[in-house]
């Protein structure tokens, strides 16, 4: 089916809601009217009204071809089945019987006689009632029609906002932050799929903070931040548990079982970190650093949640969030990895500067209350300046590094 296209997202709301009212305004002429014989419908109320539609912005929408999905044939085909329809096909009928029926004295005079006209003008009334109270939100999917419809993006519109995607998609850059999505729409649509077959509005005529809060419930906890191309998990995010994590979280089950303390494995508290959005920061590090092979995030040994990669099998560079602070460090895991860091400090002749017993440098500089920090491109300087500090082979390129080794 095609896009409802026309420039419907630029019409003012105040114009929009007038020309809905203007038209409305005909419901007492076809109440008076309905089941009266009438010699002629084409009579001045007539005349006038279906002037009065033709100058509203509905005009330049194109319904063909929704009226098609219901098998429109007929007006008094569907005269008894508006009530069931949603507001934009009573729209399309409308405008149907504006644009080709009206020539045809037999449809108008049966659409005002069998109450089509007043049964329209009363759904019109309802979009009239969620535009007043501004519930015109909606929340939609992005679904790929090649693996059984599951999505792969959910969002929140207004109007034609869900179009928009394609429109980037056609001139998406691959180094954009949207380029997953915009991707995957590129593919479908090089498959010969249509917008149509991709956007799929799941929740309809809701409010703007009813829309932001289903939008986060279902990137959340129905279909997974990790199964979609989303980049955020939405506005509401921590009003919502993990996408299927149902072990016990204390943020959202310790009312079940009153103040009672309740033991959690490293496990469970690191399903809460991700319930609660804390893996988000450390997702975008990541992403930065993708020359570098990460563990999942997880919680390490003091409680930290946080990941982990191997440099050059020398030792592993570890990011970790604790309270609101993001810590990075180089910590050896195995003993070939302990031999490795060892080595490699004693030929670029800083030894001394391992003054832990396992080993773990992390530059007392960084720990520092001025210096600590959550900011994600500093995270980042200081990631790549480790990884370069571990690629370093001689001492000559020390002074490059005078920072990791500054005592204050």
Do not use: C
Not at 211 to 232: C, D, M, P, Q, R
Not at 350 to 372: A, I, M, Q, Y
């Amino acid at each position: 089916m095609e896009e409802i296209s026309g420039d419907y997202s630029n019409i003012d709301f105040t114009e929009r809601l007038s020309e809905l009212k203007s038209i409305v305004s005909f419901i007492d002429y076809f109440e008076r009217h309905l089941d009266v014989e009438l010699d002629d419908p084409h009579n001045e109320e007539m005349i006038k009204f279906s002037l009065v539609v033709e100058k509203t912005h509905l005009m330049s929408l194109h319904y063909n071809e929704i009226l098609n999905e219901i098998d429109y044939e007929k007006p008094y085909e569907l005269s008894e089945h508006l009530e069931e329809l949603d507001v934009i096909y009573t729209q399309a009928l409308l405008i149907k019987l504006i644009q080709t029926e009206r020539i045809h004295e037999v449809y108008w005079k049966q659409a005002v006689l069998d109450g089509t006209f007043l049964r329209i003008l009363k759904r019109l009334s309802i979009e009239i009632e969620l535009l007043e109270s501004n519930k015109n939100y909606y929340v939609y999917a992005l679904v790929d029609p090649t693996d059984n419809y599951v999505p792969f993006y959910i969002g929140k519109g207004l109007n034609n906002r869900v179009y928009n995607h394609f429109s980037y998609s056609e001139t998406f850059d691959i180094l954009s932050d949207e380029a997953s999505k915009l991707g995957k729409i590129s593919e479908l649509m090089g498959l010969g799929y249509e917008k149509n077959d991709v956007a799929r509005v799941l929740a309809k005529n809701l409010s703007e903070d009813e829309a932001f809060l289903l939008e986060s419930f279902l990137i959340k906890t129905v279909y997974g931040f990790e199964n979609l191309t989303n980049k955020v998990h939405g506005k509401h995010q921590y009003r919502f548990r993990q996408y299927n994590a149902l072990e016990y979280y204390n943020d959202f089950d310790e009312f079940l079982v009153g103040r009672k303390k309740i033991n959690q494995s490293r496990n469970h508290i690191a399903a809460d970190y991700i319930a609660r959005g804390k893996d988000q920061p450390l997702q975008l590090i990541e992403q930065e650093l993708s020359e570098l092979t990460f563990t999942n995030m997880k919680v390490l040994d003091s409680g930290e949640f946080g990941m982990e990669a191997d440099v050059r099998g020398i030792a592993n560079l570890k990011i970790s969030l604790r309270n609101k602070f993001i810590y990075i460090e180089i910590r050896p895991r195995r003993k070939s990895q302990k031999i490795a860091i060892a080595n490699h400090f004693e030929n670029l002749g800083v030894r001394d500067k391992l003054k832990r017993g396992d080993l773990v440098f992390r530059p007392k500089t960084w720990s520092l209350k001025e210096n600590r920090t959550n900011d994600i491109n500093e995270i980042v300087r200081r990631a790549k300046l480790l990884i370069e500090f571990l690629h370093a082979t001689n001492a000559e390129e020390l002074s490059k590094f005078n920072e990791l080794f500054q005592e204050t």
